[in-house]
């Protein structure tokens, strides 16, 4: 069983001059935390990462760098020395490939040649590659235009040919950003959120503020199955569940019916901010986008940004329901979070909220509750869940 090649193009990376090294390490190290139980080969040269793997593991690995944050896009390669008849050689069984699948007659040779030294050039080479398979194959045309398919070689310390490539996410490698903690529920916009800062680089824990009787189990499960779909895309995601009901009692017995969603709000913001602190997370994320509801006007995101320690980020600020609903569609989300079982936000939302608080009036409202002891045990009791048998056992879910 022969091996296979993939060839990785990243993009934005070659940018980053004295840093790249570590952003190429990084990128290395995403994709072999894709698939820890195979085993391959990640090498890198000047702008491209290879991926050698054996022929049994090729739709893992294909699989596995379609959700890697940083490539640009990958393909699968053949690699021959830096001999322009080993070139030849390989094009034209490539090409007889694409003639055997009924790809279509017209073609197009791009040449890249990265090593200056090797002594033809690149329009040369094309033209070699041209003749050559014209005159192997009678019925193909040239077409540099609107060719049916086409080869490219790169000429390097060795000569890569490929065909077609499959896009990847690209972005920045998994943990080249810092780490951020995300305020996650079961709604739509959150996970985007998380995936959109995963692109940027950012490794990310979670999360979840969760109310049982009032929430549901299957609130519960909809969310780990949310983190279950992220880790596709963030392989080291965990989730943190705190149970919210003491604080969410407190503050359904010393507030007006109208400031519920807005505390609550404040307290999930000053409980993460605790919970960054232990975690090491520099900043909080949210899926809050401007003016979708009542607790995201800028008034109400100034009130519960001021319980937030560090930064808070909002990747969903300046984005529509439609925008957001293609993301969640494209990354697998959608689906879960549109399962009819409703986070504490929801379930307590007043029937008339408030859309443009007073912040001074509303600080005295949160002082009121003398909610912070009930946070700190919250947050204990989630660290120690975190800690205990149940987390070792759970392995492949979840942290809870």
């Known amino acids: 069983m022969s091996d296979i090649l993939f060839l990785v193009k990243y993009g934005e990376i070659a940018l980053k001059k004295r840093n790249r090294g570590a952003f190429i390490k990084r990128l290395k190290d995403s994709i072999h935390e894709r698939l820890p139980d195979l085993r391959f080969e990640v090498t890198d040269t000047f702008q491209r990462v290879f991926v050698k793997c054996s022929e049994q593991d090729r739709e893992a690995v294909s699989g596995a760098l379609a ?5 640009v896009s990958f393909c699968e390669t053949v690699r021959v020395p830096a001999d322009i008849s080993a070139v030849e050689r390989a094009a034209v069984d490539l090409a007889r490939s ?15 040649r990265a090593e200056k030294t090797f002594p033809f050039t690149s329009y040369e080479i094309a033209c070699r590659i041209g003749d050559l398979l014209l005159s192997k194959f009678p019925g193909l045309t040239v077409d540099v235009h ?9 000429m390097r310390e060795c000569g890569y040919l490929y065909g ?6 690209y972005g920045l490698p998994g943990g080249s950003s810092g780490r951020g903690l995300l305020l996650l529920s079961g709604g739509i916009d959150s996970p985007v959120a998380g995936w959109m800062m995963g692109k940027r680089g950012m490794a990310l824990e979670a999360i979840y503020f969760h109310s049982a009787p009032f929430t549901s189990e299957k609130a519960r499960e909809k969310v780990e199955d949310l983190v279950r779909t992220l880790r596709a895309w963030i392989p080291a995601i965990r989730l943190h569940v705190v149970h919210f009901t003491p604080v969410l009692a407190r503050i359904k017995e010393r507030a007006k019916d109208e400031e519920v969603t807005l505390l609550m709000r404040a307290c999930m913001m000053r409980l993460s901010t605790l919970m960054a602190e232990r975690t090491g997370a520099m900043c909080l994320v949210t899926g809050e986008s401007l003016g979708q509801v009542a607790s995201q006007t800028v008034e109400s995101m100034a009130f ?22 293609a993301i969640a569609e494209r990354i697998e989300t959608f689906e879960i979070s549109n399962r009819p079982f409703a986070d504490c936000c929801t379930v307590f939302a007043p029937e008339r909220p408030i859309v443009h608080p007073d912040l001074q009036k509303m600080r005295r409202a949160y002082e009121r509750l003398e909610v912070e002891e009930l946070l700190l045990a919250a947050l204990e009791d989630t660290l120690e ?3 205990g048998p149940a987390q070792s056992s759970r392995s492949p879910g979840p942290g809870t």
Do not use: C, H
């Open 304 to 325: 519960t940004g001021a319980y937030a320690g560090p930064p808070v980020f909002r990747p969903l600020v300046g984005m529509n329901k439609e925008e957001i609903i």
């Open 98 to 112: 694409y003639v055997e699948a009924g790809k279509g007659p017209r073609f197009k040779a791009e040449v890249r």
């Open 67 to 71: 959700r890697t944050f940083g490539i």
């Open 385 to 387: 869940a975190a800690r």
């Open 146 to 154: 609107q060719p049916d398919w086409v080869i490219t070689v790169e």
């Open 164 to 169: 077609p490539s499959t896009r990847g996410p």
